[in-house]
Nanobody, 122 residues
Framework: QVQLVESGGGLVQAGGSLRLSCTAS????????VGWFRQAPGKEREFVAA??????YYEDSVKGRFTISRDNAKNTVYLQMNSLQPEDTAVYYC?????????????????WGQGTQVTVSS
């Protein structure tokens, strides 16, 4: 079992940046696929980005703006978010899977954090 804790959310003006962190407790976390998802009020949970081995994956709307990375020594995965827009406003969740990345569906990730709020004002 792995436990995930997100941090770094907050209120930012349009065009600004935030860096989210996902810190895990499990000693095997570095072998997991890790994804970021977001959920806005009234909408389904949406895939944002994932890192699996040496590969990264992004939802089209965030390509070129968001970057996912990991620091294995800190058991932490980051989501650097630049050029934020109001439509990026959501609760952002970190999730992990023991499997190689193959699907952006939330149900393929078995471990989830509690989320961190990102609000982008116009």
């Amino acid at each position: 079992q792995v436990q995930l804790v997100e941090s770094g959310g907050g209120l930012v003006q349009a065009g600004g940046s935030l860096r989210l962190s996902c810190t895990a407790s499990g000693r095997t976390f570095n072998t997991y696929t890790v994804g970021w998802f977001r959920q806005a009020p009234g909408k389904e949970r949406e895939f944002v980005a994932a890192i699996s081995g040496v590969s990264t994956y992004y939802e089209d709307s965030v390509k070129g703006r968001f970057t996912i990375s990991r620091d294995n020594a800190k058991n932490t995965v980051y989501l650097q978010m630049n050029s934020l827009q109001p439509e990026d406003t959501a609760v952002y969740y970190c999730a992990a899977s023991r499997l190689r990345y193959g699907s952006s569906r939330p149900s393929t990730f078995g471990f989830w954090g509690q989320g961190t709020q990102v609000t982008v004002s116009s």
